[in-house]
């Protein structure tokens, strides 16, 4: 049966190094809806020229548009990258995580359900083989201490009216799996960086300001700490996810890349000091500034992905230190 995926928000951050990595494969259909909210580009997409590829702009929170293309294209794969995603935004303004996160995932798995089976646990003929994979965030988790590790065993709470509206679609997922039978994954990940990240997020902030020779804005002390996944290696792991997880199952993807925010800006600054220097022998570290806290920001967060390891073979391929230079240079090449 020939795979006609449908990728929920390509033109993003993640969703777009996906359809990139995904489009060597010349055996497949890539349809790709995604509304191009700021955060998308149509530009990030790159992908070869042999791929079957469709984009539809479009809303997933319009259900008649979904139900549409799952009929159109006979969707068998389901890759849903969707949301909104910016925890500053969803305190400013959370109804649009309410609508996107919660609502559009509910209409994709409605969709899904209506066009892959007959009744709960009943697929149709032909649609036995259909999967849904659901990306996820490691924030539905809450805090960490100052030791610990998130599993897929770790309860869920969630911080922020993003993470909130993340753990609401998955357990909606999760739901559809135990009602339904539908054949759903769910990943959860730890911070992605890389190209092609949107101007608002740390890593091209700390860049995009030490290029401009602003202040970088460091929340806090910049003593919190995040475990760093270069957006690669998380989409091979989705791919495995997708074709080889177990169904009804969660995976935690983790880079194994804990480091505190106010190293991520040093090494960057460093970095750029040697790669591109300033002037009169300054430094961009002087350009680090610590700003008021982000209400709720959540300490730590650190994966334990021994699970998608062990089961489905998954291991990091970048660390840190390897994967920020290829992003610094990314960066370079886009802001100059």
């Known amino acids: 049966m020939k795979l006609n995926i449908l990728v929920t928000g390509g033109a993003g951050f993640i969703g777009s190094n996906y359809l990139n990595y995904k489009s060597k494969d010349d055996n ?22 042999n791929c079957d590829y469709t984009f539809t702009k479009g809303d997933i929170c319009d259900l008649n548009l979904v139900e549409r293309i799952f009929e159109e294209y006979n969707i068998n794969r389901v890759v849903h990258f969707a949301a909104e995603s910016h925890v500053d935004n969803s305190i400013a303004n959370p109804g649009e995580f309410i609508q996107t996160n919660i609502v559009g995932t509910f209409n994709l798995l409605q969709a899904a359900f209506k066009n892959w089976m007959d009744t709960p646990n009943i697929f149709k003929k032909g649609k ?28 869920y709470a969630p911080n922020s009216p993003y993470s909130a509206s993340k753990a609401s679609s998955d357990m909606l997922v999760r739901s ?3 009602t339904y039978g539908l054949p759903v994954v ?21 860049i995009r300001k030490a290029l401009a020779e602003e202040n970088i804005p460091i929340y806090g002390d910049g003593k ?10 998380h989409c091979k792991g989705i791919d495995l996810a997708l074709e080889k997880g177990e169904l009804g199952e969660t995976y935690n993807i983790g880079g194994k890349n804990e480091r505190e ?20 022998n300054k430094s961009y570290l002087d350009l680090i500034t610590f700003v008021k806290d982000r209400p709720g920001h959540d300490f730590r967060y650190a994966i ?33």
Do not use: M
């Open 28 to 49: 497949i259909r890539i349809i790709n809806l995604d509304k191009l909210t700021y955060a998308a580009d149509l530009d990030n997409i790159d992908i070869y020229d």
């Open 128 to 155: 036995e083989d259909c999967r849904f994979l659901h990306i996820s965030t490691d924030e539905v988790y809450g805090t960490l201490g100052e030791t610990g590790l998130f599993t897929e065993e770790t309860p």
């Open 176 to 178: 559809y799996f135990h």
């Open 186 to 206: 769910t990943t959860n990940c730890s911070n992605n960086y890389g190209p092609r990240q949107h101007n608002e997020k740390l890593i091209p902030t700390i």
């Open 224 to 233: 919190n700490v995040r475990d760093w996944l270069y957006v690669l290696d």
């Open 261 to 280: 925010n106010i190293y991520i800006a040093k090494t960057i600054c460093k970095t750029l000091d040697i790669i591109k220097p300033l002037k009169d």
């Open 304 to 336: 334990d992905a021994s699970k998608i390891e062990n089961e489905l073979g998954w291991n990091a391929e970048e660390n840190f230190e390897s994967g920020i230079e290829k992003t610094i240079n990314w960066y370079l090449e886009k802001y100059q």
